[in-house]
C-alpha cells in the first residue's frame, strides 16, 4: 500500500549530518543466538553482525544481532537482550523485533556507497550488495537494518529470501496453514471433546443455522426466518450458506430472483430494530428494467416482514461515498504525513494536510450515511435496503455502523465481535483482496476494513463510556489483519474459507466433522496471541465500572428490548427513575411526533428536513448510551486517530501524559469498585442471619478485568514511567525514517544526477 | 443532518449561572446541557446502586437508603429548583432546550450543591434574575432576536446596569439570551429588510467570539436602546464607574487573600544570600508598572539599580520571577535594553546580569530568551530600543524566540472568529483552522516557555525573558514556563497565584489589552495575549489530563470574567493604579467566587505529580482547536462528552460502595463479638483521586 508511484520523495534530509563516528570497536558476539519458532516454522536464511537502527540521529542505541528470515516472520535478535523492562503489550507469538511476512508491504534495499535503491520483489535478483533494509510495514511501522559488518553475500541472501517469502504464490503458503495443522495436533490431548464448544470461543461465528436464528429472536424479528438455499453455495459464491429472508419469499422466488443479482446476492437480513424496520443489504441489479421488476417483487416481501406494513427504502450505497480505491490513496496520504515524511516538515501546516488527505472526509463521509440510515430505521420507521454493486465493501461498513449506532449489543466486545463475523467475514467482504495477502493485484487493495476501525474509533473517542472495549483493542485487532494464522483476516467468502479449510484438513490428518473453529480458529480467540492479563487492556474501565454496579451474574447488561429505553421518542432516563422530580408526561406527547410540528418560525427562515429535526431533536436531550448513539459529524468532531497513526512516531510520543494516564486513574479505580463488590457479596453472605465471612477476599484477584490496579496508599500518585501517549505500543526502534543527509540517495532525490545504473533508475520509478 | 443543537455552551459551561448569588454573569449560556447528559446518567447510576445494594441486604436498608439519599438531596434540591427555570434559560439558542430538561439532570443538584450562603437573587418582575447591586435600566417589548441558527425570536429585552436580557415566551420552550455587556465589543446597526420601516438592526459584536444581532422597533416612546447599551457597555466612556464597583455580592472567602507576595516569594525560599525582597518600588517610584514588592539580586546598590532603570524601556528592572528549589537558577523578567542606534552601553546594566549569572552556583552562563522576532529586535533599535549585545555581556547567549506581537495575535483571533462564528466551513475546516496561525502562534509560545523551562531544568542556567516592555510575551513565557516547572501553580490556588503574580502584579495591560468599559474598540492596543495564555494551559491539561488540579471550567470561567467587569480581578493594568481606585476594597475578587465553591473548578483526575517538570510535545500534532471555548456559541459544535464526567460518576459509585462495604462492616463488628481485626476497611484510602462527587 505503500505508495508505488511516489508522488514525492520519500526520504527527505532534514537533519543534520550524522557524525560517522561509527568506526567504535564492534565486539562481535559470540554467543549463538537462536530464534524463538514457532510449529512448522523454519529458518530460510540468516545473517550476522547486523545493526538495526534506532533513531535517525544517530547509531548510538542500535542494537547489535542477528537477522533471519523465516517461512513466518522477519526476526532480529539482539546479541544483548535489552536491558529494560518490557512494560508494553508482549505478543506470545512475536518476538518484540519480529516482523510477519504478512505484514510487509514493501522490502527496500540500498546500498549506499553505490548510490543505489531497490524495492525487492518476489524472485528478483540483486546486482549489488545492500548496506541496508528498509521493511516497510502495514501496521504503519519502518524498521532499519544496516549491513555494513554483516557477510555481503548473506546480507544480499537474507534481503532475497524476505521479499520472496513474503510475496506468497498461493494462499496454502502463507504460514498459518502450516501452523495452525501443527497446533492442532500437538494440542490435541489437551482438548477435552465436546466439553467447550468451540473450544470456549463466545463469539458466534454464523457459519451455523442456530447463530442466525439466535440473532433474529435477540432482535425481535419474527417475520424472518434462515434459509439454507445456498447450501454448498450453489446459489452464490460469495453469500454464505445460511441467510436471513423474509417469512413472505419461497426459496423458489429467491431462486428465481438471484439470476439478476450481481454474483447472486439476494437481499439479506442484517438486523431488525425494535419498532420492526428491518436492515437488508443487496447486491446491484445489473439491467435497470430488472431492477424495477425486482423491486416490485422483493420490497413487498420486506413489507410484510414489518409489524406496521411499513416502506422500504433503498439506499444506493455506492452512489453516495468514496469508493475502494479512493479509501486506499486516502489511507496512503495520511500514511506518508504521519510516518514518512520527516516530521518538523508536516508541522507547519499539520491541519491542512490531515485535511488534503480526504482521510477524515472519508471518515465522516461513512459515518453520515450510516446516521441517515439509523434515521430512517429509528425515526422513520422504515426498513432500509443497501445496495451496493457487490455488496461486499462499502455495505459492510454502512451496514455495521449503522447497527452499531442502534443496538448497545455490538458496544460490548462479544458483540461487536459478532458484528464483524456477521457483517464483514460472513457477508464475504474480500479480505484476502482487500488486504493483498498474496501481493498480486495492488489495484484490489483497500483499507476498508481499517476505515471502519477508525469509524467505530471516532463514535468511542465521543462516547468514552458506551464501548466495552478500548483503542488499543481496535489497533490490535487492526494489527491481527497481518498475523496469518487465524482464519477470520485470509480469505475473500465462505466458499472459499470452506474449500481451503477443506483441503487443509485432508492434507494435515484432521478428522471430518472436526469443528474448524477450533482447527483453524478465528482471530477472536485472543488467548493465542496475548495473556489473559494482556488482554484486560481491551477493557474499558468506564463501561465495566459503570456496569460494576449491576453486573451481578456476570452478565453485563445486554440489549434491552423495551421501547421505553429504545425508542429515540422516549430515549432518556425512563419515567419510573425519574423519582418524580417532575411529571415529564407534557412534554412526552409533544416530543411523540417527530415528524410534525415545524413551528412556523422556524421553517421561514429556516428549512430543516425531517431527518435534521430528528438529529437535531436527539442531540438537545441526553444520550442513553445504552440506546441509540449518534456520532457529531461536524469536522470539528472527527479527530485523527492518534494513537494507530502515531504510535510509532518517536517524536509525537508524550513521555508520561496522553490519554492514557486518564485511563490508568479510571482503571484503578474500577479495580478497587470491584474489590468493594466483592467484599460486599461477601459481607451478604449465602445466607442473611450469619456473620459475614471477609476471609481471604483477593480470591477473584484472577477475574480483575483491569490492567491497572488498584494502588496501595504507598504508591506514588502520578502515572509510571512508562505511559507515554504511544501506549501499550513503543516507538522505540519501529519507526527509523532515514536521515540521511549527505549521502547519495539525498542528493539524488534533490535533483543530482549520480544515479546512473539503469536497473536502480528503473526500479526506483516502480 | 447536523442539526446538532440544543447544546451550546462549553465543555462544562461557564460562569456561575447556577448559582443563586450570581445567576446572570459572564459566563451566561453555558452548558448545563454537558452535564446533563452523564448528569442523568448519575441519577441512574444512583438508582441502580440502590437498586442493587437493596436487592443485596436486608429488608430494611432500602427504605433507609431511600429516606437518606432524599435527606441528601432535598435542600440542595430545592435551591435549584427554584432556579432551574432561568439555568435552562440561560442558554444562548436555548430554544433547543426542552422544557423538561430539569427533570432529566437532576445531577444539577447533586453535583453542585448550591451553596447556603450569599444573598438571594432578585427577580424583576419575576422575569429577569438580578444580581445584588444590580438595576433594570429598562425593558423592551417586541424585540425580535436574529438567531443565526433557526430565525427569528419574538421577545422581551431588558437592559439592566450588567447584562442584556432578551426573554420570549412564544416557542415550545421558553428562550432566554443573557449576554453580560462587558463583553460587548462594539455596537453596529445593521439593516434589516422586511420587517417594516421603524425597524432597526443593532448587533452586539462581542469579545468572546459571538456577535448576537436583533430587531426592534423605534417607536418614540421607547428609550434609544442604543444609547442605553452603549452607556452601560462602555461605562468608562460615559464617566460612569464599572460594574464591579457596584456589584454587591458577599462571598465567604476572600478572593483578595490568595495571593501575598512575601508569602509566595517565602515558598520559593527568598530571601537568600544573593537575592533580596526590595521595597524599593514601594510607592510605584522606581517602576510604575511593576509591584510594590521586587525581588532583586542582594549584591547590588539601589544606586546603580537606578541606572539599570533607566536603560530598560519603561524602567522594568530585571527581577526574579522563580527560582530552582535546588540549582538556584532563576527565572528574570525585565523590558528590552534601551540600546538605540549608536549601541548604547550600560555598564551597571550588565554588571547586573553577571551578578545574575553569579547567584546561581550551577552554570557559568546566562541565556537571554528575547520573545520577538530577531528582525523586529532589530528594528527596535531605531526606536531607541533593542537587545543585549554578546559582546558587551559576557557569557550570555542570546536566543530569539521568534514570536510576533501583539497586533498579529490579534488578527490571528479575528480570523478565528470567522472560523468559528455563526457558521462553519466543513469542507474545509482544517485548513481554515490552519490559516488563522492561531495554533501556530500557540505552538511558538509553548515551544519558547519549554525551552526556557529546559534551560533552567537541564541547563541549570539562569534565564532572563524579554520583549519590547516586558508585560505581554514576556508574562505569557515566565508564566507558562513556571508552570511547567512548579507543581504548586498547577493546583488551583497555585494557578490563581501564578495569574496574580506574573499578569495582574508584573503590569500586563489588562486594560488595555481587553478595553474594559471602553468604546473605542478599535484601539490597537487590544489583543487577546491573556486568552493566548489560557490556551496554552488548555494544551497542556490536555497532554497530561491528570497533572492540573484545575478543570477546563475553570479556564473558560476565568476567561469569562476577564472581560465581564462583574470582578477586579483583571480591571486596570498596573498595581498602581489598583490601588489608587481601591479596588481591593471596592469589588470582589474573581478568587472569591472560585474558591467558594471549588469543587465545581476541580479535576477529578488530579494527581500531585510532585516535583515533576512536565515537558508537553510541543507538537502540531498534539495541538487542538479548543473548540469548547472558541465554538461554543455554535450550538452544532457540541462539545463530547468529556471523560472525566464518567470520573466523576464512577467516583460517586465507589463513594457508594465504599459507604455500604463501611456500613455493613459497622454492622458485623457490632453483632458479633467476634472481631476481625485483619480486615480494615482497606481501600477507603484508595487510588489518588479527587473524590469530589
Not at chain 1, 510487509?104 to 546500498?111: A, F, M, P, R, S
Not at chain 2, 433547543?96 to 450562603?117: F, K, Q, V
Request: charged share 25%; with cysteine; hydrophobic share 35%.
Amino acid at each position: 500500500m505503500f505508495s508505488v508511484k511516489p508522488t514525492k520523495p520519500t526520504f527527505k534530509s532534514y537533519l543534520p549530518p550524522v557524525p560517522t563516528d561509527v568506526k567504535k570497536t564492534i565486539e562481535p558476539p559470540l554467543k549463538k543466538l537462536e530464534p524463538k519458532l514457532l510449529q512448522g516454522e523454519i529458518v530460510v536464511n540468516e545473517v550476522n553482525f547486523v545493526r538495526k537502527c534506532i533513531s535517525a540521529e544517530s547509531s548510538q542505541d542500535d542494537l547489535w544481532g542477528k537477522l533471519i528470515c523465516t517461512n513466518f516472520k522477519v526476526s532480529f535478535i539482539p546479541s544483548e537482550a535489552s536491558s529494560k523492562q518490557n512494560s508494553h503489550l508482549s505478543h506470545l507469538l512475536l518476538g518484540e523485533h519480529d516482523i510477519p511476512l504478512a505484514c510487509l508491504e514493501q522490502v527496500v534495499t540500498v546500498n549506499d556507497t553505490k548510490g543505489k535503491k531497490k524495492v525487492l520483489g518476489s524472485n528478483q535478483k540483486l546486482k549489488f550488495n545492500p548496506t541496508e533494509l528498509i521493511l516497510y510495514c502495514k501496521d504503519l511501522r519502518i524498521i532499519r537494518f544496516c549491513f555494513v559488518e554483516a557477510g555481503p553475500e548473506s546480507a544480499k541472501k537474507v534481503c532475497l529470501a524476505i521479499a520472496h517469502y513474503s510475496h506468497p504464490a498461493d494462499l496454502p503458503l502463507l504460514f498459518g496453514f502450516e501452523y495452525q495443522g501443527r497446533r492442532y495436533h500437538e494440542s490435541k490431548g489437551q482438548r477435552v471433546n465436546g466439553a467447550t464448544p468451540r473450544g470456549g470461543l463466545q463469539t458466534p461465528i454464523f457459519d451455523r443455522p442456530s447463530d442466525w436464528d439466535r440473532e433474529i429472536k435477540r432482535t425481535g424479528a419474527s417475520e424472518w426466518r434462515v434459509c439454507s438455499i445456498n447450501e454448498s453455495y450453489a446459489i452464490s459464491p460469495s453469500l454464505p450458506e445460511n441467510i436471513v429472508v423474509p417469512v413472505s419469499l419461497t426459496d423458489q422466488d429467491l431462486k428465481q430472483h438471484s439470476i439478476f443479482f450481481m454474483n447472486q446476492r439476494v437481499p439479506h437480513w442484517c438486523w431488525n430494530h425494535p419498532n420492526g424496520s428491518a436492515l437488508v443489504r443487496m447486491a446491484g441489479i445489473g439491467d435497470p428494467l430488472q431492477q424495477r421488476r425486482i423491486d416490485q417483487r422483493v420490497f413487498p416481501a420486506i413489507t410484510k416482514s414489518h409489524p406496521q406494513r411499513s416502506e422500504v427504502i433503498r439506499s444506493d450505497v455506492d452512489k453516495c461515498l468514496p469508493n475502494i480505491q479512493d479509501i486506499q490513496s486516502a489511507f496512503i496520504k495520511v500514511r506518508q504525513i504521519c510516518v514518512i515524511d520527516p516530521f518538523e516538515e508536516s508541522e507547519e501546516r499539520w491541519l491542512s494536510s490531515i485535511e488534503n488527505t480526504r482521510w477524515l472526509e472519508y471518515v465522516r463521509a461513512f459515518l453520515k450515511h450510516s446516521a441517515e440510515m439509523v434515521y430512517l430505521l429509528d425515526g422513520k420507521n422504515t426498513s432500509v435496503i443497501l445496495q451496493e454493486e457487490e455488496d461486499r465493501d462499502l455495505n459492510c461498513v454502512v451496514s455495521s455502523l449503522v447497527q452499531l449506532m442502534l443496538d448497545p449489543h455490538y458496544r460490548s466486545l462479544i458483540g461487536f465481535q459478532s458484528l464483524v463475523q456477521k457483517e464483514w467475514v460472513m457477508a464475504g467482504h474480500r479480505f484476502l483482496d482487500r488486504c493483498n495477502h498474496l501481493k498480486k493485484n495492488d489495484k484490489d487493495e483497500s483499507p476498508l476494513f481499517m476505515l471502519f476501525l477508525d469509524c467505530v474509533w471516532q463514535m468511542m473517542n465521543q462516547y468514552p463510556a458506551a464501548f466495552e472495549f478500548t483503542e488499543a483493542y481496535l489497533t490490535v485487532l487492526s494489527d491481527s489483519m497481518w498475523i496469518p494464522l487465524f482464519s477470520t483476516f485470509l480469505f475473500n467468502s465462505s466458499k472459499q474459507r470452506a474449500q481451503h479449510l477443506m483441503d487443509f484438513a485432508k492434507n494435515k490428518a484432521i478428522p471430518q466433522g472436526e469443528d474448524q473453529v477450533v482447527y483453524f480458529p478465528p482471530v477472536w480467540e485472543w488467548s493465542q496471541q496475548f495473556s489473559t492479563k494482556d488482554q484486560t487492556l481491551f477493557n474499558n474501565p468506564m463501561y465495566v465500572g459503570k456496569g460494576a454496579a449491576c453486573v451481578q451474574n456476570g452478565e453485563v447488561k445486554t440489549f434491552r428490548r423495551t421501547k421505553k429505553t429504545y425508542s429515540s421518542t422516549l430515549r432518556g432516563t425512563p419515567a419510573s427513575l425519574r423519582n418524580g422530580l417532575k411529571a415529564g408526561g407534557d412534554s412526552l406527547t409533544r416530543r411523540g411526533s417527530l415528524l410534525s410540528e415545524l413551528r412556523p418560525d422556524f421553517s421561514l427562515v429556516k428549512d430543516e428536513s425531517p431527518s435534521e429535526r430528528f438529529f437535531r431533536d436527539w442531540f438537545s436531550r441526553p444520550a442513553d448510551l445504552q440506546g441509540l448513539l449518534i456520532p457529531l459529524l461536524l469536522p470539528s468532531h472527527l479527530a485523527l486517530w492518534k494513537l494507530y497513526f502515531l504510535r510509532w512516531v518517536p517524536e509525537a510520543c508524550i513521555a508520561k501524559g496522553g490519554p492514557i494516564t486518564a485511563y490508568h486513574k479510571l482503571s484503578q479505580l474500577v479495580d478497587e469498585m470491584e474489590i468493594l463488590q466483592s467484599q460486599l457479596r461477601q459481607y451478604k453472605g449465602p445466607s442473611p442471619g450469619r456473620t459475614p465471612r471477609p476471609s481471604s477476599s483477593w480470591s477473584l484477584s484472577d477475574q480483575r478485568r483491569m490492567y491497572f490496579k488498584a494502588s496501595s496508599p504507598h504508591d506514588p500518585p502520578s502515572p509510571p514511567d512508562f505511559l507515554t501517549s504511544s501506549f501499550p505500543f513503543t516507538p522505540m526502534g519501529n519507526l527509523c525514517r532515514r536521515g540521511g543527509y549527505g549521502t547519495p540517495i539525498s542528493k539524488f532525490l534533490n535533483g543530482a544526477r549520480i544515479w546512473l545504473s539503469t536497473e536502480t533508475l528503473e526500479n526506483d520509478g516502480l | 443532518m447536523e442539526k446538532q443543537a440544543g447544546a451550546v455552551g462549553a465543555a462544562d459551561g461557564a460562569g456561575p449561572n447556577r448559582k443563586p448569588w450570581s445567576s446572570a454573569t459572564g459566563g451566561p449560556a453555558t452548558g448545563e446541557t454537558l452535564d446533563s447528559p452523564t448528569g442523568s446518567h448519575v441519577e441512574w447510576c444512583k438508582q441502580l446502586i440502590a437498586a442493587t445494594i437493596s436487592s443485596q441486604i436486608s429488608g430494611s436498608v432500602p427504605s433507609d437508603f431511600t429516606r437518606d439519599n432524599k435527606a441528601r438531596r432535598r435542600p440542595d434540591f430545592m435551591v435549584s429548583k427554584r432556579l432551574t427555570p432561568r439555568q435552562q434559560d440561560s442558554q444562548d439558542e436555548g430554544l433547543y432546550y426542552h422544557g423538561d430538561s430539569d427533570s432529566e439532570h437532576p445531577s444539577n443538584a447533586l453535583n453542585l450543591p448550591a451553596l447556603r450562603y450569599g444573598a438571594p437573587v432578585t427577580m424583576f418582575q419575576d422575569q429577569v434574575p438580578l444580581l445584588p447591586g444590580e438595576s433594570v435600566q429598562t425593558t423592551v417589548k417586541d424585540v425580535m432576536y436574529i438567531c443565526p441558527f433557526s430565525g427569528l425570536v419574538n421577545g422581551t429585552l431588558t437592559i439592566t446596569d450588567y447584562k442584556l436580557y432578551f426573554t420570549s415566551m412564544e416557542r415550545e420552550s421558553p428562550f432566554v439570551l443573557d449576554v453580560n455587556l462587558g463583553v460587548i465589543s462594539r455596537l453596529e446597526t445593521i439593516s434589516v429588510p422586511n420587517q417594516g420601516e421603524n425597524t432597526k438592526g443593532l448587533e452586539l459584536v462581542c469579545k468572546d467570539m459571538r456577535s448576537p444581532r436583533f430587531a426592534y422597533k423605534t417607536e418614540e416612546s421607547h428609550p434609544d436602546v442604543v444609547e442605553l447599551l452603549s452607556k452601560h457597555a462602555f461605562p468608562l466612556s460615559h464617566s460612569l464607574p464599572l460594574f464591579s464597583f457596584l456589584y454587591q455580592e458577599q462571598f465567604p472567602v476572600d478572593g483578595w487573600k490568595v495571593y501575598d507576595p512575601a508569602a509566595e516569594y517565602r515558598r520559593l525560599g527568598l530571601p537568600n544570600e544573593s537575592w533580596a525582597i526590595s521595597k524599593m518600588n514601594s510607592s510605584y517610584e522606581l517602576c510604575d508598572t511593576y509591584p510594590s514588592i521586587l525581588v532583586v539580586p542582594t549584591h547590588i546598590t539601589e544606586d546603580d539599580v537606578r541606572r539599570v532603570a533607566v536603560f530598560r524601556a519603561k524602567h522594568r528592572i530585571p527581577v526574579l520571577s522563580w527560582i530552582h528549589p535546588e540549582t538556584q537558577a532563576t527565572i528574570v523578567r525585565c523590558s528590552q535594553p534601551l540600546v538605540g542606534p549608536s549601541d548604547r552601553r550600560c555598564k551597571e546594566d550588565e554588571r547586573f546580569l553577571q551578578i545574575i549569572m553569579d547567584a546561581n552556583a550551577q552554570s557559568h552562563k546566562l541565556t537571554i530568551f528575547d520573545a520577538r522576532q530577531s528582525s523586529v529586535a532589530v528594528t527596535n533599535k531605531a526606536k531607541d530600543g533593542g537587545y543585549e549585545s554578546e559582546s558587551f555581556y559576557p557569557n550570555v547567549e542570546l536566543n530569539f524566540l521568534e514570536i510576533p506581537n501583539i497586533h498579529v495575535m490579534r488578527e490571528s483571533l479575528r480570523k478565528m472568529k470567522d472560523v468559528v462564528y455563526p457558521t462553519i466551513d466543513e469542507a474545509h475546516w482544517h485548513s481554515a483552522i490552519d490559516q488563522t496561525h492561531w495554533l501556530e502562534y500557540i505552538r511558538l509560545l509553548l515551544a519558547g516557555a519549554a525551552k526556557i523551562a529546559d534551560k533552567l531544568e537541564s541547563g541549570k542556567t539562569s534565564v532572563v525573558v524579554h520583549c519590547s516592555d516586558g508585560w505581554d510575551r514576556t508574562a505569557q513565557l515566565t508564566s507558562l514556563a513556571m508552570l511547567m516547572l512548579d507543581s504548586h501553580y498547577r493546583t488551583l490556588r497555585g494557578f490563581q497565584v501564578l495569574v496574580e503574580k506574573e499578569w495582574v502584579s508584573f503590569g500586563h495591560k489588562f486594560a488595555a489589552r481587553v478595553g474594559h468599559g471602553d468604546e473605542n474598540h478599535a484601539n490597537s492596543e487590544r489583543s487577546p495575549l491573556f486568552v493566548q495564555f489560557i490556551d496554552c494551559v488548555w494544551q497542556m491539561t490536555r497532554q497530561f489530563p491528570a497533572a492540573f488540579e484545575f478543570n477546563e471550567l475553570f479556564l473558560i470561567t476565568v476567561l469569562d470574567h476577564l472581560y465581564s467587569c462583574l470582578f477586579g480581578t483583571f480591571l486596570y493594568s498596573s498595581e498602581q493604579e489598583r490601588a489608587a481606585k481601591e479596588v481591593q476594597t471596592n469589588t470582589v475578587s474573581l478568587w472569591s467566587y472560585i474558591n467558594s465553591q471549588p469543587e465545581d473548578f476541580t479535576n477529578p483526575f488530579y494527581v500531585d505529580y510532585e516535583h515533576h517538570v512536565l515537558c508537553p510535545l510541543v507538537s502540531s500534532r498534539h495541538l487542538e482547536l479548543w473548540t469548547a471555548y472558541y465554538a461554543r456559541w455554535n450550538p452544532r459544535m457540541r462539545p463530547q462528552v468529556p471523560v472525566h464526567q464518567t470520573l466523576k460518576e464512577l467516583l460517586f459509585l465507589r463513594a457508594e460502595l465504599q459507604r455500604r462495604v463501611e456500613e455493613l462492616q459497622r454492622d458485623a463488628t457490632s453483632r458479633s463479638s467476634s472481631s476481625f481485626s485483619e480486615h480494615s476497611p482497606s481501600h477507603s484510602a484508595g487510588t489518588p483521586l479527587h473524590s469530589v462527587v
